[in-house]
Nanobody, 122 residues
Framework: QVQLVESGGGLVQAGDSLRLSCVAS????????MGWFRQAPGKGREFVAA???????NYADSVKGRFTISKNNSKNTVYLQMNSLKPEDTAVYYC????????????????WGQGTQVTVSS
């Protein structure tokens, strides 16, 4: 497994923006398909966005048009740019490495970071 460390979370107001970062420990990062998930209190882990080694992206309907996932292989980092944040975006956000084809299922991912808290006030 690969070590992943997320950062960039915080407390913001509705309508604000945040950029989350996830740094991987492995030099083979360029070969990884990556994803972001989130988990709100009392709820299950929810797919947010994914990016493949070719750069193709997928988004949950709830964040489409507001969030952007990107990947910088030279920095071993995957980003999640979050704009127009809403209170319902409040959750712990996790990055993960995908190993199978189903991008929106948590079971497709085998390495997870510790998470970063995002809180959006109304």
């Amino acid at each position: 497994q690969v070590q992943l460390v997320e950062s960039g979370g915080g407390l913001v107001q509705a309508g604000d923006s945040l950029r989350l970062s996830c740094v991987a420990s492995e030099r083979t990062f360029s070969t990884y398909n990556m994803g972001w998930f989130r988990q709100a209190p009392g709820k299950g882990r929810e797919f947010v966005a994914a990016i493949s080694v070719t750069g193709s992206t997928n988004y949950a309907d709830s964040v489409k048009g507001r969030f952007t996932i990107s990947k910088n292989n030279s920095k071993n980092t995957v980003y999640l740019q979050m704009n127009s944040l809403k209170p319902e975006d409040t959750a712990v956000y996790y990055c993960a490495r995908r190993r199978t084809f189903v991008v929106h299922m948590a079971t497709s991912y085998d390495s997870w970071g510790q998470g970063t808290q995002v809180t959006v006030s109304s």
